[in-house]
T-cell receptor
Framework: DTEVTQTPKHLVMGMTNKKSLKCEQHMGHRAMYWYKQKAKKPPELMFV???????INESVPSRFSPECPNSSLLNLHLHALQPEDSALYLC??????????????FGPGTRLTVL | ELKVEQNPLFLSMQEGKNYTIYCNYS?????LYWYRQDPGKSLESLFV?????AVKQEGRLMASLDTKARLSTLHITAAVHDLSATYFC????????FGAGTRLTVKP
């Protein structure tokens, strides 16, 4: 299995809702990432997990709460979002063996709309 | 802080023509990536460049890396409509940073 899956594909939520995005990979990768991509912009790194521990938080507002329950799963919990948080949320994973081809593999993304 | 600059940001080409996209980065890195993104889709990995002088080719696309100049190029040969997409370069391993992207349109 060489893919990263993300659910849901689309999500519409109100500003008072609580929702979660899910990312899963079965490639044995021990680094997982969340990116946010606004329309016509490049992806921006949000969080990095390495061996199930949060290693990078790019000063993301606390209304975004990441969680890595095990080495295959990465969640992003959403609460009290703002309309400007509407974007494509991409998950990625990467092997950590130090080999030459440890590139990040991206999931298909979740298109989030906050009303 | 690592900065990645891409140019041009927009590129409109005629089919059959050649062109080059440039990617400059500000600090030393041991790897550079090129990705393709179609509208509404995720990122597709095109090339991973790991060493100075690395050159990789796939079909009509060829990527190169000059780590001393901190410059990578993506060369398009004899463009076809199917190459229309946004192309990103990205630098770094754990905290990867992307260039702004080049939106390529290939016209008949």
């Amino acid at each position: 299995d060489t893919e990263v899956t993300q659910t849901p594909k689309h999500l519409v939520m109100g500003m008072t809702n609580k929702k979660s995005l899910k990312c899963e990979q079965h490639m044995g990768h021990r680094a997982m990432y969340w990116y946010k991509q606004k329309a016509k912009k490049p992806p921006e790194l949000m969080f990095v997990y390495s061996y199930e521990k949060l290693s990078i938080n790019e000063s993301v507002p606390s209304r975004f709460s990441p969680e890595c329950p095990n080495s295959s799963l990465l969640n992003l919990h959403l609460h009290a979002l703002q309309p400007e948080d509407s974007a494509l949320y991409l998950c990625a994973s990467r092997g950590t063996g130090g080999g030459p081809h440890n590139e990040q593999f991206f999931g298909p993304g979740t298109r989030l709309t906050v009303l | 802080e690592l900065k990645v600059e891409q140019n041009p940001l927009f590129l409109s080409m005629q089919e059959g023509k050649n062109y080059t996209i440039y990617c400059n980065y500000s600090t030393t890195s041991d790897r550079l990536y090129w990705y393709r993104q179609d509208p509404g889709k995720s990122l597709e990995s095109l090339f991973v460049l790991l060493s100075n002088g690395a050159v990789k080719q796939e079909g009509r696309l060829m990527a190169s890396l000059d780590t001393k100049a901190r410059l990578s190029t993506l060369h398009i040969t004899a463009a076809v409509h199917d190459l229309s997409a946004t192309y990103f370069c990205a630098v770094g391993r754990h905290d990867m940073r992307f260039g702004a992207g080049t939106r390529l349109t290939v016209k008949p």
